[in-house]
């Protein structure tokens, strides 16, 4: 059975800064990709970012490029983002999700709880 465990959410002032990371059991993690997605109230869960099972290759939403970073250690069956620049319109439960590539979620097949950022003006 895979758990995925997220933790780093918190509140932050925008501008700021904060690092996600997620924690993954199971043998598979270092040959399935890994992936981040978002989600506020009354909304669908929407992509931010996904790692190919090598870390070779990323691929990030538009609204996040350029000040999210995600990033992998396959020795710790560990998964990062890290967050900068943060804006209050980042302000979500944060979900971290193991499986294919790609930007919708039905790529994906496993997933965490979740850990909320909030971002304040």
């Known amino acids: 059975q895979v758990q995925l465990v997220e933790s780093g959410g918190g509140l932050v002032q925008a501008g700021g800064s904060l690092r996600l990371s997620c924690a993954a059991s199971?043998?598979?993690?270092?040959?399935?990709?890994m992936g981040w997605f978002r989600q506020t109230p009354g909304k669908e869960r929407e992509f931010v970012a996904t790692i190919s099972y090598s870390g070779s290759t990323t691929l990030y939403d538009d609204s996040v490029k350029g000040r999210f970073t995600i990033s992998r250690d396959n020795a710790k069956n560990t998964v990062y983002l890290q967050m900068n620049s943060l804006k209050p319109d980042d302000t979500a439960v944060y979900y971290c999700?193991?499986?294919?590539?790609?930007?919708?979620?039905?790529?994906?097949?496993?997933w965490g709880q979740g850990t909320q950022v909030t971002v304040s003006s």
């Open positions: 999700t193991k499986g294919g590539f790609g930007r919708t979620t039905s790529k994906y097949d496993y």
């Open positions: 199971g043998r598979t993690f270092s040959r399935d990709a």
